[in-house]
């Protein structure tokens, strides 16, 4: 799990998701001041969690989730970087960075943040390092290939 540190009072802005986040859990829960966020948020692990019974339960809470965050940017307490998988239609990578006071974020299809391919057409070659790096940040474990990919978009 990854986590962000928050200031007090940030419970007031975001009334829409407390009550979930609240539910101890292993993939978004609050804990104390302590937003923790796990690497993986892929829907399809999703089931037996307080979001939701179905796909799009989870895909829409995944969504409200998001919208949360930059209501949340004058309670975070210092500086972080935070980075997950979902599936929605593709393997996506999503990049949270809490920077000087600037919120942040990149997200798309993982073959997009595939730096050292020059080439924007060679779907071979994104198509491998998706295969190859998307396993590994399921579990906690971004590349740092991959990082430096979200990275260049800030």
Known sequence: MQSILMKKGFES????ILEKITIE???IYLHDNNLEISYNLDVSNMYDSPFGDDTDDFISFIELFEESLPQL???FSEDFEIVYFTYNDEYTATMWKFESGKLMTTSGWI???YSSCDDADDDEARNEFVDANYPDLKEGYPSE????GLRKVF
């Open 73 to 75: 940017k004058d309670y």
């Open 111 to 113: 073959g997009d943040f």
């Open 25 to 27: 859990n292993e993939f």
């Open 145 to 148: 290939e991959l990082l430096d």
């Open 13 to 16: 802005v975001i009334p829409q």
